[in-house]
C-alpha cells in the first residue's frame, strides 16, 4: 500500500523553476518505481520522469531540464524543473508501484496502481 500526496506546484514565467514533491509512506514507494506524469487540458496523461532500480528515466521532451530523485529517509521524491517552457503547463501526478522497469516500460501508465491527486504546474511566456 501507498498513499502519495504531491506539492510545490504554482504558476511561473518561461525560464523558471519550480520543485515537485511528492511524500509517501508504504513499501512500495520506498523499494519500487515512483515516476511523475502530467496531463495537460484535452490531452493525455504522459510520462515524465521515473525513478526505479535500474535508474532514473526521463521524457525526451523534459530531459536536461528535469532532475528526478530520491531520498528515501524522508519518504520523498522530488522533480526539479528547471528552463519551464509553457509547454510545461498541466497537472502534475506522482505515481508509484513496487516493482522495476526499464526506459521503455517505466513510461507505461498501467504499470503505476497507486497515484496521488496532482499539483497544476502552470507557466506562461
Known amino acids: 500500500q501507498a498513499q502519495l500526496v504531491e506539492s510545490g506546484g504554482g504558476s511561473v514565467q518561461a525560464g523558471d523553476s519550480l520543485s515537485l514533491s511528492c511524500s509517501a509512506s508504504g513499501r512500495a514507494f520506498t523499494s519500487g518505481t515512483v515516476g511523475w506524469f502530467r496531463q495537460a487540458p484535452g490531452r493525455e496523461r504522459s510520462f515524465v520522469a521515473a525513478?526505479?532500480?535500474?535508474?532514473?528515466y526521463y521524457a525526451d521532451s523534459v530531459k536536461g531540464r528535469f532532475t528526478i530523485s530520491r531520498e528515501n529517509a524522508r519518504d520523498t521524491v522530488t522533480l526539479q524543473m528547471n528552463s519551464l517552457e509553457p509547454d510545461d503547463t498541466a497537472v502534475y501526478y506522482c505515481a508509484a508501484f513496487g516493482g522495476a522497469c526499464t526506459s521503455t516500460s517505466c513510461r507505461d501508465r498501467r504499470l503505476y496502481n497507486y497515484w496521488g491527486q496532482g499539483t497544476q504546474v502552470t507557466v506562461s511566456s
Open positions: 525513478t526505479s532500480r535500474g535508474g532514473n
